[in-house]
Each structure stands twice: as C-alpha cells, then as structure tokens.
C-alpha cells in the first residue's frame, strides 16, 4: 500500500475529528489487510498495546491523574491554602504566596501541571481577585506556579522519561528538587515586588486571615494535615520501592 495513500487517510482521519490513536491504529493496520505478508497485522498491534501496558512504571500515570481527581473534589486545595494563609497571610505578598506554596505541594501530591492548575486556580484565583489583587496577576501567578507540578516531584513526565530511556526514576526526582524549589522561591520574589510597587489592600487581607484565626491553628493544622502529608506518604513509596527493585 502506498506510503502517500497512507498519510492522506492518517491527515483525513484527524480533519473530520477521529481521536489520534484510533487514526494511528487505522494507518497500521491497513497495510496488513491489502498485504497478507506485512509484518504489522491486527493481531501484533493488539498484542503490542497490552504489552506496553504491562509496566510498574507507566501504572503511575493514571493512578497519579486518579489522585488529582479525587483530591480536587475532596477540596484538598483548599485545606492546603489556608494553612499557608494562615503563616504568610499578614506578611507583603503573603496571599500569593501563599498560593504559590499550595501549587508547589499540589504539583508534588498530583504530579500533573494542568490538574495543579486546574484544582488550586479554580479555588484561589476567586479568593485573590476577592481580596483586591488584579485578575491578571492573580491568574498568571497560578498559571506560572502550577505549571511547577511537572518539576516538583514526582512528576508524569519524569515518570515517562525514565520508562523509555531506561534513566532511574527515582534520581530524577532527586535531582529536580532543588531547581523546583528555586524556581518557586523567584516566584515568592517577584509577587513581593508586584505587591509593593502596586499595593494590597489590608483590610480585606486581614479580615481573610482574622477568620482563619479564629479558627484556631489546631483546627487548621488539624484540617490540613493528611494533605500536607501526602507528598512524604507518595515520595516515600516511590523510594521504597526502587529500593526494593534494586534489591531484586
């Protein structure tokens, strides 16, 4: 079958909306029904897909979009960013940090930078334009922060990465700690300068932290605690287990 007759039906496919894998298994498979001897048949390519999904490592990536998911509806974020709020609150810029902060944990707990974005921004970005900082502002500081979620460890395509160079997992998540950490703190930096050169407005701000006060630091902590532990919980089981791969 032609190579051209081919890429015509693979470009054809995507125009009139077909999902790429069906359109990628449709190319593959034509050539072994117009040529009996072709290599790549129906049966090969099924038996290859679930060969590809017999792997520890790539198990990780939907239970990883699994906990996001699970953990945006259980309002996880939240509970992260008040116990934050309630440390950084009074501080220049703490509400932005604050969130900044939430993004760096979410990123570690999700492991996904659109579901950290998606699950922090649609709880905070309401509650900063709330407190009077600019929407633009307040949406390019969750946008930036989340997007951390694929440097914080552990990340999917770090997860990925590792899988088909062969690289270990577990070195690369150490390895990216420090950069991540940095590149949040230039955030935390920038949102102080931002906040100074066009002011905050206190009172609302200190209303907002007033009310987690009062809530006591028990009850926040309290609220807040299995949340904040779950990148110790996640990362821990990681290194557990390589530990014990290595082993064997």
Same mark, same amino acid.
């Given at each position: 079958?032609?190579?051209? %007759? %081919? ?13 790429? =894998? ?9 050539? =072994? ?57 009074? %501080? ?157």
């Amino acid at each position: 079958m032609p190579v051209a %007759l %081919l890429f015509i039906i693979f470009v054809v496919g995507l125009l009139i909306a077909i999902p790429v =894998s069906i359109t990628l298994g449709i190319t593959a498979v034509l050539p =072994s029904v117009f040529d009996p001897s072709f290599t790549v048949g129906a049966k090969y390519l099924i038996r290859a897909m679930f060969g590809g999904l017999d792997s520890f490592p790539l198990l990780a990536v939907p239970m990883f979009v699994l906990f996001g998911i699970i953990m945006a509806k259980g309002g996880i974020s939240r509970k992260l960013f008040d116990v934050f709020a309630y440390f950084l609150g009074n %501080l220049t810029a703490g509400m932005p940090c604050a969130v900044i902060v939430t993004c760096l944990f979410y990123g570690a707990i999700s492991g996904s930078a659109p579901a950290t974005v998606a699950a922090v921004g649609s709880m905070t970005i309401p509650v900063l334009t709330s407190l009077g900082y600019d929407l633009t502002f307040s949406t390019a500081i969750v946008a930036v922060a989340g997007g951390l979620g694929v440097i914080i460890p552990p990340s999917i395509p770090f997860i990925m990465y590792g899988m088909t160079s062969g690289a270990s997992v577990s070195d690369l998540f150490l390895a990216v700690i420090i950069p991540g950490l940095m590149i949040g703190g230039l955030l935390m930096f920038y949102a102080v300068f931002y906040c100074r050169r066009h002011g905050e407005d206190k009172e609302k701000i200190r209303a907002e932290v007033r009310r987690l006060h009062d809530k006591g630091l028990l009850n926040v902590v309290k609220e807040s605690f299995f949340a904040i532990l779950s990148p110790v919980i996640i990362l821990g089981c990681i290194y557990r287990l390589q530990q014990r791969q290595s082993v064997r």
